[in-house]
Protein backbone atom coordinates (compact mmCIF):
# COMPACT_ATOMS: atom_id res chain seq x y z
CA UNK A 1 0.00 0.00 0.00
CA UNK A 2 1.46 3.67 -1.05
CA UNK A 3 1.07 7.03 0.74
CA UNK A 4 -0.18 10.30 -1.53
CA UNK A 5 0.36 13.99 -0.60
CA UNK A 6 -2.86 15.61 -0.83
CA UNK A 7 -3.35 19.31 -0.60
CA UNK A 8 -3.03 22.77 -2.20
CA UNK A 9 -0.05 23.90 -4.77
CA UNK A 10 1.46 26.00 -2.27
CA UNK A 11 2.38 23.05 -0.22
CA UNK A 12 1.07 24.61 3.43
CA UNK A 13 -1.62 21.81 4.51
CA UNK A 14 -0.78 18.94 2.91
CA UNK A 15 -1.53 15.54 4.13
CA UNK A 16 -0.64 12.27 4.06
CA UNK A 17 -4.18 10.28 2.51
CA UNK A 18 -3.82 6.00 1.78
CA UNK A 19 -3.65 4.93 -1.37
CA UNK A 20 -6.08 2.08 -2.08
CA UNK A 21 -4.88 1.60 -5.83
CA UNK A 22 -3.90 -2.09 -6.62
CA UNK A 23 -0.30 -2.35 -7.57
CA UNK A 24 -0.19 -4.63 -10.76
CA UNK A 25 3.62 -4.71 -11.06
CA UNK A 26 4.44 -7.78 -9.15
CA UNK A 27 1.71 -9.20 -10.85
CA UNK A 28 2.87 -8.42 -14.10
CA UNK A 29 6.51 -9.98 -13.14
CA UNK A 30 5.25 -12.91 -11.60
CA UNK A 31 3.30 -13.67 -14.83
CA UNK A 32 6.28 -13.32 -17.19
CA UNK A 33 8.48 -15.69 -15.12
CA UNK A 34 5.52 -17.72 -15.31
CA UNK A 35 5.23 -17.31 -19.23
CA UNK A 36 8.80 -18.54 -19.84
CA UNK A 37 8.61 -21.49 -17.78
CA UNK A 38 5.59 -22.68 -19.86
CA UNK A 39 8.05 -21.99 -22.70
CA UNK A 40 10.57 -23.48 -21.57
CA UNK A 41 8.67 -26.63 -20.53
CA UNK A 42 6.32 -26.92 -23.24
CA UNK A 43 9.02 -28.52 -25.66
CA UNK A 44 10.16 -30.98 -23.21
CA UNK A 45 6.47 -32.40 -22.59
CA UNK A 46 6.35 -33.99 -25.95
CA UNK A 47 6.66 -37.34 -26.19
CA UNK A 48 7.84 -39.44 -29.09
CA UNK A 49 7.31 -43.95 -28.91
CA UNK A 50 8.90 -45.86 -31.84
CA UNK A 51 5.67 -48.13 -32.71
CA UNK A 52 6.81 -51.39 -34.29
CA UNK A 53 3.04 -51.33 -36.51
CA UNK A 54 2.31 -54.12 -38.51
CA UNK A 55 2.64 -53.41 -42.75
CA UNK A 56 -0.87 -52.56 -43.62
CA UNK A 57 -2.74 -55.15 -45.49
CA UNK A 58 -5.34 -54.69 -48.58
CA UNK A 59 -9.14 -55.28 -47.18
CA UNK A 60 -12.35 -55.19 -48.43
CA UNK A 61 -13.36 -51.92 -49.70
CA UNK A 62 -16.35 -49.85 -47.85
CA UNK A 63 -19.73 -49.44 -49.10
CA UNK A 64 -20.22 -45.94 -49.76
CA UNK A 65 -24.12 -44.96 -50.33
CA UNK A 66 -25.89 -42.32 -51.30
CA UNK A 67 -27.57 -40.33 -48.51
CA UNK A 68 -31.31 -40.22 -48.36
CA UNK A 69 -32.69 -37.54 -48.25
CA UNK A 70 -36.47 -36.88 -47.36
CA UNK A 71 -38.00 -33.80 -48.78
CA UNK A 72 -40.66 -31.55 -47.63
CA UNK A 73 -42.02 -28.73 -49.88
CA UNK A 74 -43.25 -25.71 -48.93
CA UNK A 75 -46.67 -26.54 -50.93
CA UNK A 76 -46.82 -29.79 -48.73
CA UNK A 77 -45.53 -32.43 -51.11
CA UNK A 78 -43.33 -35.20 -49.49
CA UNK A 79 -40.49 -36.44 -51.77
CA UNK A 80 -38.26 -39.44 -50.69
CA UNK A 81 -34.93 -39.13 -52.86
CA UNK A 82 -37.01 -36.90 -55.40
CA UNK A 83 -39.81 -39.61 -55.51
CA UNK A 84 -42.91 -38.54 -54.36
CA UNK A 85 -44.34 -40.09 -50.84
CA UNK A 86 -47.01 -39.56 -48.86
CA UNK A 87 -46.62 -40.10 -44.95
CA UNK A 88 -48.77 -43.60 -45.03
CA UNK A 89 -45.88 -44.52 -47.23
CA UNK A 90 -43.19 -43.05 -45.52
CA UNK A 91 -41.67 -46.11 -44.12
CA UNK A 92 -41.64 -48.09 -47.28
CA UNK A 93 -40.69 -45.07 -48.95
CA UNK A 94 -36.96 -44.62 -47.31
CA UNK A 95 -36.30 -48.99 -46.46
CA UNK A 96 -36.50 -48.99 -50.30
CA UNK A 97 -34.57 -45.79 -50.85
CA UNK A 98 -32.36 -47.68 -48.70
CA UNK A 99 -32.24 -51.12 -50.53
CA UNK A 100 -33.90 -53.00 -47.67
CA UNK A 101 -32.36 -55.34 -45.04
CA UNK A 102 -31.58 -53.60 -41.76
CA UNK A 103 -32.80 -49.81 -43.18
CA UNK A 104 -33.90 -48.82 -39.74
CA UNK A 105 -30.01 -48.37 -38.52
CA UNK A 106 -28.93 -45.74 -41.51
CA UNK A 107 -29.69 -42.26 -40.97
CA UNK A 108 -31.55 -40.39 -43.15
CA UNK A 109 -31.24 -37.21 -43.61
CA UNK A 110 -34.69 -34.64 -43.63
CA UNK A 111 -34.67 -31.04 -45.31
CA UNK A 112 -37.67 -28.80 -45.79
CA UNK A 113 -38.49 -25.35 -47.27
CA UNK A 114 -38.05 -22.21 -45.30
CA UNK A 115 -42.01 -21.72 -45.26
CA UNK A 116 -43.15 -25.30 -44.11
CA UNK A 117 -45.40 -25.09 -41.82
CA UNK A 118 -43.98 -26.83 -38.06
CA UNK A 119 -46.74 -28.82 -37.67
CA UNK A 120 -46.24 -30.61 -40.62
CA UNK A 121 -42.45 -30.85 -40.15
CA UNK A 122 -43.11 -32.58 -36.83
CA UNK A 123 -45.60 -35.03 -38.68
CA UNK A 124 -42.87 -36.01 -40.71
CA UNK A 125 -40.67 -36.25 -37.75
CA UNK A 126 -42.74 -38.52 -35.54
CA UNK A 127 -43.26 -40.78 -39.16
CA UNK A 128 -39.82 -41.06 -39.20
CA UNK A 129 -39.27 -42.01 -35.57
CA UNK A 130 -42.71 -43.82 -35.07
CA UNK A 131 -41.41 -46.07 -38.23
CA UNK A 132 -38.15 -46.83 -35.90
CA UNK A 133 -36.05 -44.72 -37.81
CA UNK A 134 -33.46 -42.85 -34.61
CA UNK A 135 -30.63 -41.50 -36.75
CA UNK A 136 -32.24 -38.50 -38.36
CA UNK A 137 -30.03 -35.59 -39.48
CA UNK A 138 -31.83 -32.49 -40.10
CA UNK A 139 -30.48 -29.99 -42.98
CA UNK A 140 -30.85 -26.73 -43.70
CA UNK A 141 -30.04 -24.11 -46.61
CA UNK A 142 -29.15 -20.67 -46.15
CA UNK A 143 -31.91 -18.09 -46.44
CA UNK A 144 -30.83 -14.98 -48.73
Known sequence: M????????GGAGRSIEQNS???VTPFVDIMLV???????????????????LPPPQ???PLEVREPVYVSLREDGALYV????????RLEA?????????????????VRAEADVPYDRFMAVMNGLQGAGFHQVGL??????
Do not use: H, Q, W, Y
Open 2 to 9: GARLAGPA
Open 21 to 23: DIN
Open 34 to 52: LLIIFMVAAPLATVSLKLD
Open 58 to 60: PGT
Open 81 to 88: VDRPSSLG
Open 93 to 109: DVCAALGGGDCRRERVF
Open 139 to 144: LNEDIE
